[in-house]
Structures are given as C-alpha cells and as structure tokens.
C-alpha cells in the first residue's frame, strides 16, 4: 500500500506474463480508455492497486494449479470452478450493498478455499482420500480437523495474514463457513463472503 507506481511498474517488469495482462486489462473495453494504454505505469494509473493486486493474486493461483498433475484434475475443475463463482458473486454483493471495495471482495472470493489447495499441496493422497467420503461443507470442516488439526479457512485466513493484507479479507476467510448468527456483528466483508 506505501509503494508508488513506480516501484510497482519495476517489480511487474520483471514477469512478462503478468505485464501483458495488465495491459490487455487496462486496454479492454470494460475499461474504456479514450486511449491505448502502451505502458506498465500507465495500465497501473488506469487499473487501480487495488485491481492489479487481484490480476497478480489470480495469476498466481493459476501458475499454482499448473503443478497438479492429471490425478487430481476433477478435484481441480471443482475447485476452480468454485473459487470463480465465490469471486463473482462477492463483487456483486459488495456492489449492491454498497461495500467501498468490491474488487477487494472479489480477491477475498477468489481465496476463500485457497487453503484446501495448501493442504492439498501438502497430503495429496490423505487429502484426496478424505475428500471421497465429505458431501457437505460441514463435513469438509469436520474431516479437515480430524485429519489436519485445521480448517482450509483457518489455513486460507493465515496465508492471508502472512501476506499483511487487510484484516477483514482475513476474518471474511476464516469465517466464511460460519452460521448467520455467529456473523451477525461481523464487518461487512465476512457478511459478503459468508453468504
């Protein structure tokens, strides 16, 4: 949050994947730039921190996936697709409740389940096994405790913690899967993200 652009537009010079996206993002028409954007500086000045750092983080999770190998392509069909519409549907609910950020909403859906992937990354086998027998979310929890001593909201909240990002996407991660009741006080973000 304290760089300039110009320390930003110098460190996504150094990934040439990630500076063509943002210029085609900042070109596209959903943007509607009355000129081409020909430059990092410039994408930066037209997008947003705020929607580069989403562009970065779903970048990421993408290059993350490409590891997996063809075992676990259903899981991961699922995963993504899930991890899409949570994102989609978090932006619109912050637009219609009128939340001040509804880019950050969508990073937040995009990691909700982040932790299942960390999990995965780390007891592929355990993991895939445990999966067979879950069908509810509160099952999901439940196996994932037993077998891991955490939740992939528990895990997802700390990643989001180690990369000092805001607090609410934090608390929106780790209490995605909360009753409506327990949520009742919470900042607007884990309202958002919950339901």
Known sequence: DNAD????????????????????????SY???AKNCESIERALLSLGTDVVKTIVITASIKQFFSHFNQQHQQF???????????????????SLTSYSAPDEAYLCGLLADMGQLITLTNNEQLYLEMLDGVETDTQLLAAEKKHFGSTHCD????????????????????????????????HHLVKILNL
């Open 76 to 94: 991961l069909k699922h995963f993504w697709r899930r991890s899409l519409i949570t994102a989609n549907f978090a932006q619109v609910l912050a």
């Open 5 to 28: 652009y110009q320390h930003i537009a110098d460190i996504i010079r150094h990934d040439a994947r990630i500076a063509t996206r943002l210029v085609i993002v900042a070109n596209s």
């Open 31 to 33: 943007y509607g730039q």
């Open 155 to 186: 895990i997802g909240a700390d990643l989001i913690n180690s990369w000092s990002m805001s607090g609410f996407m934090e608390d929106a991660v780790r209490y995605h899967h909360e009753t409506d009741k327990q949520i009742l006080d919470a």
